[in-house]
Structures are given as structure tokens and as C-alpha cells.
């Protein structure tokens, strides 16, 4: 099959085991199609992960930009081959009991290690940084979160955005605009957050609003209705996407939508309906995940948005440096020590795992 000359679209896409089928290759030269997403569940081998990254890259030019969820703790979809990534809270933890410099330094050199395992395997994002804040009240976010101070999560997500800088991946951060105040699961409920937007403005979007101003990549919206400011949840408000990430934020980069196919998103119709609503709120890119039936519906019948600046954006998503130098580098000694130190702050079996599970992760 000959490599495709096509601009990368907006639908974000996944695919069922460690290779790539004929209906799958198919699938994603579709038009609208723009990028990948990696669960648990294509991943044996760091051999069989660079293989199956590199059957992506070869269907089309510009690339497919390949994603995963990779965050440490109970969302690590790599594991054998990869270092054991800590939940965030055990930053914050660094943070209460060492101080702030100490725990600045193992936030920046956590994401150093998160990003250059990946790409030298040929992903080009996480989805991560989590800004949320811990209010003690989801569980779903629970350890996921670095702290229930917005101060101390934005300068933890700020040194975790340096280190993935450091290691050729931008960040993404979520789930704008916090969803830790709630205590549903997106991913089968559809929670309500009733404070009023002065009083997230005053916590929760402290985060969103530095890591904006300090080159976040991308975003990623809550499926969480904030009725004080709008009555459809974050993924599918222009007030939320435009007005304040946009205009009051200034932020740039590229919106993702969560995933399409979760509750969260149900009431927005099928998913035609829900994929126009999220690109008509301001979404550039829109995660169908675990439905490939649902992707074929989409392709088949959505009209491709005007969306003038899509390229550009996606093309500020794609990861840094060349696949074989990262190899080199994660072979190296001094990246060794690195990942040594990282891997140090692992967690009991039983805190890892604490909280629901999100996707495949466990």
C-alpha cells in the first residue's frame, strides 16, 4: 500500500490489537481522519509497539499524529519496557514534605522520562498533564490530581510541561475547565458542577490559564456541565471553548474532545450530532474511541468542518527529534539514572491501582 499525500483531519481514531488490519489501513486514509489513539490493549512489546507506530506513519504524509493516555499511576497504558510512572498526587506529596524546588525538579525530570520512552517509540503525545484540582471529591480524578492547591498544581504541571518539552512531546492539558469538584465518572454519568465561574476562575482555572501562557500544546474539556455558565458541558460550549479558553485564556493550541462515545457525552445525540456540536463549540480534533463502528458512521456521513487552522495546530502537536536519536538517548546511561529516579518514586500496588479505573489502565 503507497504512502497518501493528505492534510491531516479532524477525527481522532483507534485501532483493536498489535497490528494494523486491512479494514483498519482503510479506515485511517480516510479524509477525515487526522490521528490515532494507543489503549492498553495494542501493546505486547516495545518491538511490537515501534512496529505497529511504524505501519501508522507509513499510511500517510503528513503522519498520523499517534496518541496515548500515559499519565503514571493507574493511566499508564505502557508497561513492560517502560518506567513505572508515579500518580501525580505523589509530586504533590514531594512538595508538602521536601519543599518546592524538590519536588519542581522531579515533576520536570518525570515528564522528561514520560516523553522520551514514548517517542522513541514513535508516539507523538500523552494526554497529560491532569490540571485538575483535588477537592477531595471525585474519585475518578483522585490521585490522578498533583494537589488540591491550584498554586501547587501549576507550578508541578508547569515543570512537567518543561520535561516533556525536554523530551520532544507537547503537553495536553485536562480536563479543562477542572473536573475535580465533582464526584461522577464521566465515562458513565454526565456530573454537574454548580459553583459560579467567578469561583473557578478564583481556583480551578489557575492551571489552565499559566500552562496557556507557557506554551501548552493542547486542551482537553471536560463532559462536565457547568449550569452558572452554561447549560451543555464544557466539550460542547462555545462559552467555555471560545469565550474563555480562546478569549479570556488566550490559548492557541489545538482542543481535543474527550472521548465521544462515553456517557458524559450521550445527551448530545449519535455520534454525527455530538462530533458537529464539538467542532461547532470550537473542538479541532474529536476522539472516537473503542467504537470502530461508530467511526465508520462518522466518516460516512459528517461533512468535513472549515476549520482554516486545523493543520497548523495538529502540525505543533507532532513530537520533536528524530525516533532513532531518542532511541539513543533512552539507552544511554545518564537517561538510565534518570529513569532510576523515577521509578523510585514508585507507589504500593494497592495506591497505584486506588481510585476507578479510566479506559484499560489498571
Same mark, same amino acid.
Given at each position: 500500500?503507497?504512502?497518501? %499525500?493528505?492534510? @491531516? ?9 498489535? @497490528?494494523? &488490519? ?18 492498553? @490493549? ?38 513492560? =519496557?517502560? %518506567? ?17 524546588? /524538590? ?41 490522578? &490530581? ?15 510541561? @518543561? ?65 452558572? /455558565?452554561?447549560? %451543555? ?48 463549540? =470550537? ?80
Amino acid at each position: 500500500m503507497s504512502t497518501l %499525500t493528505l492534510p @491531516r483531519g479532524p477525527v481522532m481514531a483507534d485501532v483493536a490489537g498489535f @497490528r494494523l &488490519s486491512d479494514d483498519e489501513k482503510q479506515r485511517l486514509r480516510h479524509p477525515l481522519v487526522g490521528g490515532v489513539i494507543l489503549f492498553r @490493549r495494542n501493546f505486547d512489546s516495545v518491538a511490537q509497539l515501534k512496529a505497529l507506530t511504524a505501519e501508522l506513519r507509513a499510511l500517510r504524509q503528513p503522519e498520523l499524529l499517534i496518541a496515548v493516555d500515559h499519565e503514571g499511576g493507574r493511566v499508564q497504558r505502557f508497561l513492560a =519496557g517502560f %518506567t513505572r510512572l508515579p500518580p501525580m498526587r505523589v509530586l504533590g506529596e514531594l512538595w508538602d514534605a521536601q519543599g518546592q524546588a /524538590v519536588a519542581e525538579a522531579t515533576a520536570e525530570e518525570t515528564g522528561y522520562v514520560l516523553a522520551a520512552e514514548l517517542r522513541a517509540c514513535g508516539i507523538d503525545l500523552s494526554f497529560t498533564p491532569v490540571l485538575d484540582l483535588d477537592w477531595q471529591h471525585c474519585a475518578v480524578i483522585g490521585n490522578r &490530581s498533583f494537589h488540591g492547591d491550584p498554586t501547587v498544581v501549576t507550578a508541578l504541571a508547569s515543570a512537567l510541561q @518543561r520535561g516533556l518539552a525536554r523530551g520532544g512531546m507537547g503537553s495536553c492539558g485536562k480536563h479543562f475547565p477542572g473536573h475535580g469538584f465533582v464526584d461522577g465518572d464521566t465515562h458513565v454519568a454526565m456530573p454537574q458542577d454548580l459553583r459560579s465561574l467567578d469561583e473557578i476562575r478564583a481556583a480551578d482555572l489557575q492551571p489552565f490559564a499559566a500552562l496557556a501562557a507557557s506554551g501548552m500544546k493542547a486542551v482537553m474539556p471536560a463532559h462536565v456541565i457547568y449550569p452558572q /455558565v452554561d447549560n %451543555t458541558s464544557a466539550g460542547f460550549s462555545r462559552v467555555w471553548l471560545q469565550d474563555i479558553l480562546r478569549g479570556e485564556l488566550g490559548f492557541d493550541g489545538t482542543i481535543f474532545s474527550d472521548d465521544l462515545t462515553m456517557e458524559g457525552a450521550a445527551g448530545a445525540g449519535d455520534i454525527v450530532a455530538r462530533t458537529e456540536r464539538a467542532f461547532a463549540a =470550537g473542538c479541532d480534533m474529536a476522539l472516537v474511541c473503542n467504537r470502530p463502528d461508530l467511526v465508520d458512521d462518522l466518516l460516512a456521513r459528517l461533512a468535513a468542518p472549515v476549520q482554516p487552522q486545523l493543520a497548523q495546530r495538529l502540525q505543533g502537536m507532532a513530537g520533536q527529534g528524530e525516533q532513532a536519536a531518542w532511541e539513543n538517548t533512552v539507552a544511554s546511561a545518564g537517561f538510565a539514572a534518570a529513569a532510576a529516579r523515577v521509578a523510585a518514586l514508585a507507589v504500593p500496588p494497592q495506591q497505584l491501582a486506588a481510585g476507578p479505573q479510566v479506559g484499560e489502565a489498571h
